[in-house]
């Protein structure tokens, strides 16, 4: 195979991971999954937290490569400004026996030079440590001795208040002691990434828990292509590494689960709906959960995103902020719903209007029904925290809330084309023929949340009214699905 193929920060840590995903990356690159809109939404953030930190150092030169391919340029600048003392360089690149790094700042202070890469997240996982040994190896193995090597990562602790304060927002850790220890460590990994590139098959590993670990593969759609139809796959109440054992045992297909998970009551259940290829439903239960729900109902949801940089005064970095809800309400068995939905201004805090918003059109006194309240309580609780004099309204609006997930996640109703899945997208098309989220632009809940979070940055108006429109259309859908779901289980018993 290519036996002159460069190797990277990332290549070597995908490798850490599978060695087949880092030949397929470097083979068959087409080959990956596409990059979805939250996988985007990360990079982005990372970029944007990236260049925050540049502010804690200001005055460097950024010697970034105009494309991931040419880098000798970057280099070639990094070695000047290290020649001429220059005391800050952003990106600077490094090459050693063919493995690139770039670090994200390094800094020149009274004589000794200080490594700091930007991580958007409040602990130093084991990836960021084995990053940080890769990069240490080549920039000391390059000639430039290191002082200290420090991960600056986001303080849980810190609270806006006013301008960011990124001395506070900021937290920087010496990893030096740990990444020298890796070194023996890393020396192997490019040994054994430089063997597999210079083969000329791909290297035959099965499926397994690497696939997710500590990174979902972006070659999933390559190697799992075929196997997500598997039976085994497709039952709820086993877990992903049991499925996985399953599988690589050879068992595939339903009739060959071993007895020990048909005990799971979950697994008996959904394992006779897919042997019979029909809805297996619980009249009685689901009669007793329906009993306990009157008229008028509202079908209510909410999307929160979750900011990495704090935006508005009194937040934490990450903190979950809530921006849009829909609401559909019936007053009477047969009426026709009304629709309410809020979606924040992506310029300001949009936590009072949401409160205000949501306890106006939740007056009435009646029900409210939610797909898994978890979200929603906890979301009006932080709300409550925050607006203490509507708490008591707030208290009411739980009290009245009903978890619609209850039926699924009990298996009073399933179906087998749910797959083991108890979301609504799942649910809607097995009850309501003809709905589904097919033709949505926003897929999901996580979507929603990545979309939102971009809008705050986006300047091209037209774009910004476009993904509100969908993000309306979306969690509309959210809610009408409800209703549509509670008015056909209904009509089972
Ligand atoms: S999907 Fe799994 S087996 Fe395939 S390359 Fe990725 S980690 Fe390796």
Redesign the pocket.
Known sequence: MAKTMSLSKSTLIRGL??Q??LY?YKTAYNQRDKIDKVQQQIFNRGHRIGELAQKLFPGGRDVSPPNPYSYDASIAATTALISLNFPVIYEASFKYQGVLVALDMLVLKEGKWYAYEVKSSFKISKTYLLDAAIQYHVITKSGLKLEDFFILHLDSNYIKKGDLDLNKLFKATSVLEEIVEKQPFILETIKQATHTLSQDTVPD????K??FKPYT????G???KGIAENQIFDIGGINLDEKIELYLQGKQKISELPELFLEREKVKLQSQALQQEKAIVNTELLKQFYNKIQYPIYFFDLEAFQSAIPLFDGTAPFQNIPFQFSLHFIEKEGDKPIHFEFLANESEDPRKEFLDKFLEFTTITGQILVFNTLMEIGTLNQLGQLFPERMKEIKDRINRMVDFEIPFKDNYYYHPSMKGSYSLKAILPTLVEGEDYQNLSVKDGQEAMAIFNELLYEEDKSKIEFWRQHLLEYCKMDTWALLQVFLALKKLI
């Open positions: 991971q599978c087949k995903s397929l590993i099965s499926i397994g690497h696939c593969c972006d070659f999933k390559y190697c799992w």
